[in-house]
């Protein structure tokens, strides 16, 4: 089943089923399942990995919103950017719906129910002008016992290809996809994105600096454009106690976007 909604309705839930979150110091409010899939720091660093230099910017779809974390963040930061989340499982898209809601972005964040592989989804090709993504990460191996976990961490029918693909169908000649993903799967990014999708951007997430390698990886490339790659020098999280670093505290409290981007 697919479906958008711009008047739609937010089905009910037991209280002690969700908790009550906040991203960016407090300016957006999230409601997710105690149990299940919980956004984490990196739908937070893809949405402060979106800027808008003009108005073949504002549109953006977020594949994958989730509760509409990443979204929410980009609608919160960004006035001018007009938002669309693409969401398949009920009970995530449902807390989707609310949260848009809860944080006063009817209108201006709209969320649609659907899988990428549905044909009859109701987004018209290349009509955005940003697509951003936080695909599952893990392609086989255990999984996860909680289903919504499961599947919104592992590749399910759709695998790392049809995300790609669906994101460069949907985005606009020569507008910008976005993707945050393990950094060990890298190789397979550069290379769904080789001939498609140029201009690129690898900006590395690391947990700490005496880590051997980063965490996680920011792709972010242009569709049909064949400009060189840039790698940036990154972020990292924690110091060596733990602890938040300074730069990396500032963008998930406030509005500011990544270095370099």
Known sequence: MTRTDSAFHVPDFAEERISHDFLLGGSV?????????????????LAASVSINSRRDQKILDVGAAVGSAGLCVARRLPDAEVTGVELQDDLYALFCRNIVENDLVGRVTP???DINDRS???VAESFDQVISNPPFYAGG?????????KAHQEGTADLKDWIHFCLKMVRQKGRITIVHRADHLDRIIGLLHGRAGDM???????????????????????GVSSPVTLRRGIVLHDEAGNWMREADDILRDISCLPGF
């Open 201 to 223: 951007t690898i900006y590395p997430v690391w947990s700490k600096a005496s880590a051997d390698a980063p965490l996680r990886v920011i792709v972010s490339a242009r569709k």
């Open 121 to 123: 989804l109701p987004l």
């Open 29 to 45: 409010t999230l409601k997710q399942p105690v149990d299940g899939y919980r956004a984490a720091v990196d739908a937070v660093l």
């Open 142 to 150: 255990t999984r996860p016992a909680n289903e919504s976990r499961a």
């Open 112 to 114: 649609v129910h659907g």
